[in-house]
């Protein structure tokens, strides 16, 4: 059982340059989230999807947008990297059947803009 | 949308040390969970709380839902090396956001 799973794990970019991070999940969980966690802080939440076919802006979803292609996955697309975007990425599931579904975390993608 | 405050920010502790925190908000939860993140890793769930004044241990840990529901204390008793890591306080709702998190550090 796989879990939550993210792609890529690393990534360099260059300020200005596109990318999607893929996640999927094989728990048949209901909501998806990503966060970013910048260096010594917090995990902060960019956007989140209660459920297939929505999505709904977090605490920082400037420079993102989010695509729940399914069930299973739910992308973190950056249009035009900026050097303030350097962080590591976390996907992360969870059945909201109920309020006290567990969050499971993928292992992070750890991006770097120059 | 809701904040949730943890203190402290950070310890560094010495190994067999007792450790407590905790997370307020102005926000009223009908559950509290908290999650420890190893350096590299993501976050997983040590403990969930699911009623106001209700104390739930897991092994070392112990966690209290406050009576307001509006705080939650995180302790670990007799502190070892691998407890180093982030401690995040959440309150789930669709919007499942985190508390800052207490940096730990255990000198062995």
């Known amino acids: 059982n796989a879990g939550v799973t993210q792609t890529p794990k690393f990534q360099v970019l260059k300020t200005g340059q596109s990318m999607t991070l893929q996640c999927a999940q094989d728990?048949?969980?209901?909501?998806m989230y990503w966060y970013r966690q910048d260096p010594g802080m917090g995990l902060r939440l960019i956007y989140y999807?209660?459920?297939?076919?929505?999505?709904d802006k977090g605490e920082v979803p400037n420079g993102y947008n989010v695509s729940r292609l399914n069930k299973r996955e739910f992308s973190l697309r950056l249009e035009s990297a900026a050097p303030s975007q350097t962080s590591v990425y976390f996907c992360a599931s969870r059945e909201v059947q109920f309020w006290n579904g567990e969050l499971f975390f993928g292992e992070g993608s750890r991006l770097t803009v120059l | 949308g809701q904040q949730l405050n943890q203190s402290p920010q950070s310890m560094f502790i010495q190994e067999g040390e007792d450790v407590s925190m905790n997370c307020t908000s102005s926000?009223?939860?009908?559950?509290w969970l908290w999650y420890k993140q190893d350096p590299g890793e993501g976050p997983v769930l040590l403990i969930a709380l699911y009623k106001a004044g209700e104390l739930t241990s897991n092994g070392r840990l112990t966690a209290q839902f406050g009576i307001t529901r509006k705080d939650s204390f995180l302790n670990i008793s007799a502190s070892i090396p691998s407890d180093v890591g982030i401690y995040f306080c959440a309150g789930p709702r669709d919007d499942m956001r985190f508390g800052a998190g207490t940096r730990l550090t255990v000198k062995p």
């Open positions: 999807s209660a459920s297939e076919g929505t999505t």
């Open positions: 926000s009223i939860f009908n559950t």
């Open positions: 728990m048949n969980h209901n909501s």
